[in-house]
């Protein structure tokens, strides 16, 4: 993995003073033609994400060399690489495959917040380490007191109302958090940070059992409460995920890419993201300048982001579109959506905070995970939908013919993206030879 150069973003976008400079010099100085940028997804320290980037860019060289494609000048590709390190998190509870296990002990009585998650709630809440110590005694205790759940939903809410900042409390003042058009049907105050607590954690812990998540420990009521309560805190966590991602994608990285590419003529960019790292790389073609043309492939691996994005109008609302529409134009190549049957974060949690967010009434109504209606579904679930031309592929056809070579590519990558247990099933299971090469296929980095 080299040249590898780290591009690391705050929660607002700022980058680490001296990060571009030493990007644009290094691009120059080693010739590189081509740098594949990478975005991670939840995650918890800056050593783990560099961690995953080894792991996937590590079949790169030999996929190069078995059939290496001329540069765009004619030349051999230089290819170099880059990681963007923003602040996100994962629960530890949520296991990533061929990475070690910061699993809690399967013998831990009911919901916990364990030591690695709690660490990872105070690197992307900082200051809040008192409220999430008193959370994680509330779940250890879980007292037989609905003042006591009140207690823990209002202080999840004060959580991500902090990581707002002083943008306001509602979602409806930050664009970044919104996949779709104003008015195309996407609360403005997900119903989880406004509705009564024991209700939305009951909706919780009832949608948990039907998906066959919920612990079989928490039979009484107040047990099942309590699991609902440590889900709408991982739900809440993902929200503040969920918009800074946009934030750095668009008040970050495309503003980045914009200033290399006034400084590196004839540099190909192409941007990888998995799960809220797809929504991060997407939403740098926002802050892409109109005048950049440097960006020549997009892939997202398992994109936790709504599967109407880049979509001109909607089907249940056709005077709106997708908060990325027709963006996939400012892309010198196609835009990949990698996207699995296995991934059950996508399949199942995402549909369910979607649906939390927005209508609580029809959460148990005839489809109550809500994977029959398609306003819930994410790109990695079932790929990019309501785009115009937008082919769609198994993945052994994606390697062995010609990719498009611009606009929304759909690819079924089910047949290795498949393993992983509970909550999350195969969502982060992505470092495999095969996608090393669909991304190179994509920037026509190889034959």
């Known amino acids: 993995m080299q040249p590898y150069w780290e591009l690391m973003f705050d929660a607002e976008g700022d980058m680490a003073p001296g990060e571009r400079e030493a990007l644009v010099r290094g691009v120059a100085e080693k010739g590189i033609t081509d ?153 403005d105050e997900p119903a989880m940070f406004t509705g009564s607590p024991e209700r939305v954690c009951a909706r919780f812990a009832d949608v948990l059992a039907l998906a066959g998540l919920a612990r079989s420990e928490l039979s009484g009521a107040l047990e099942r409460l309590w699991g609902g309560a440590l889900e709408m805190l991982r739900q809440a966590a993902y929200w503040e995920m969920k918009r800074r991602a946009g934030t750095v994608g668009e008040a970050g990285l495309g503003r980045l890419l914009g200033q290399v590419a006034d400084t590196c003529h004839g540099l190909r960019i192409h941007l990888v993201g998995h799960s809220f790292g797809g929504r991060l790389v997407a939403f740098a073609l926002r802050g892409l300048p109109e005048r950049a043309r440097c960006v020549c492939s997009v892939t997202l691996l398992q994109g936790a982001f709504s599967h109407y994005a880049f979509a001109p109008g909607l089907p249940f609302a056709p005077a709106h579109g997708g908060a990325l529409k027709e963006l996939q134009h400012r892309v010198d190549g196609p835009v990949v959506c990698c996207h699995s049957s296995h991934d059950q974060a996508l399949g199942l949690l995402y549909p369910l905070a979607s649906r939390v967010s927005g209508d609580m009434d029809s959460l148990l109504g005839l489809d109550p995970l809500g994977i029959g209606d398609p306003r819930w579904g994410a790109m990695g679930h079932d790929g990019v939908q309501a785009v115009s031309g937008t082919a769609a592929l198994v993945l052994d056809r994606a390697l062995t013919g010609p990719l498009p070579t611009g606009g929304c590519v759909n690819v079924d990558v089910s047949a290795v993206v498949r393993r992983g247990g509970p909550p999350t099933g195969a969502h982060s299971d992505i470092c495999h030879r095969e996608l090393a090469r669909l991304v190179l296929l994509a920037g026509r980095l190889v034959r």
């Open 35 to 187: 740098l594949v940028v990478f975005a991670h997804g939840w995650n918890n320290t800056r050593s783990m994400a560099t961690a995953l980037y080894e792991r996937f860019f590590a079949p790169f060289p030999a996929v190069l060399a078995d059939s290496p494609a001329p540069s765009a000048t004619g030349g051999p590709v230089r290819l170099g690489y880059g990681g963007v390190i923003w602040p996100s998190m994962r629960f530890t509870d949520e296991p990533i495959p061929d990475f070690p296990s910061e699993r809690p002990p399967a013998a831990a009585a009911g919901p916990l917040l364990d030591p690695g998650t709690l660490a990872g709630l105070a690197a992307v809440f900082p200051g809040s380490e008192a409220v999430l110590d008193r959370l994680a005694e509330l779940l250890e205790r879980r007292p037989a007191d609905p003042a006591r759940l009140a207690e823990f939903a209002t202080l999840t809410r004060g959580l991500v109302a902090r990581g707002r900042g002083d943008r306001g409390t509602g979602s409806g003042a930050d664009p970044h958090v919104h996949d779709l058009d104003p008015g195309a049907g996407e609360p």
